[in-house]
């Protein structure tokens, strides 16, 4: 998929005090409940800070938009997928391995399915953050660890291997997501029988 070639618009500094992060995590949690409830006709800088229970002053301190409001919601997104996708490594084997980082794609899609949806709107039209990338790359990693394991059937190309892996996950929940499904053990079952064909498990 394309992606614009101009920047994605940055939060303006980072916080350092404690009472700093909060402020940025609520402005943050914030933008998530009014794009879930709302979708993006209600979503401005203003209705933003009002439900953070800040002054726009103080949130156009740290975000220069909404863009980059949903820059920053996209980074935490992914960051929480990468940690839930991580913990699959602690399978014994590499197939509950791969059967539990579906799983857990699943529950992060599914657990706010609204937002999910949108943001991957959003992931489409905006350009790549590099931390979002950088995270995208930690995923596929995962990935290629779980196929490296010695009960998994071995790849011509495991690089290639892990990368059309992820998409095939992302490219099903995705288009669950988008259709409105809601029914996650028939989706686990189809990205399953996906999964495991395409890596040759029978």
Same mark, same amino acid.
């Given at each position: 998929?394309?992606?614009p070639n101009s920047d994605r618009p940055s939060p303006r500094k980072s916080p350092k005090q404690a009472r700093s992060?909060?402020?940025v995590s609520a402005i943050i949690e914030a933008a998530a409940r009014i794009l879930e409830q709302e979708g993006h006709g209600g979503f401005s800088t203003n209705a933003v800070a009002k439900r953070a229970g800040v002054s726009v002053g103080s949130l156009y301190q740290y975000f220069p938009g909404k863009d980059a409001l949903i820059g920053a919601l996209l980074v935490r997104e992914t960051s929480l997928l990468l940690q839930e996708a991580e913990a699959a490594l602690i399978q014994q084997t590499g197939k509950d391995a791969l059967l539990a980082m579906v799983a857990a794609c699943i529950g992060h899609q599914f657990r706010r399915p609204r937002l999910a949806r949108l943001l991957d709107f959003e992931e489409a039209r905006l350009p790549l953050d590099p931390v979002t990338q950088?995270? @995208?790359h930690q995923i596929t990693s995962v990935a290629r660890q779980i196929l490296g394991r010695h009960d998994m059937p071995p790849q011509p190309d495991p690089a290639v291997a892990a990368r059309d892996l992820i998409a095939i996950i992302k490219g099903m929940i995705? @288009? /669950?997501?988008?259709? @409105?499904?809601?029914?996650?053990? /028939?989706?686990? /079952?189809?990205?399953?029988?996906?999964?495991? @064909?395409?890596i040759g498990i029978s």
């Open positions: 998929m394309t992606k992060h909060e402020t950088m995270v @995208g995705d @288009g /669950a997501g988008m259709s @409105g499904e809601e029914d996650c053990e /028939a989706l686990m /079952a189809r990205v399953k029988r996906a999964t495991f @064909g395409y």
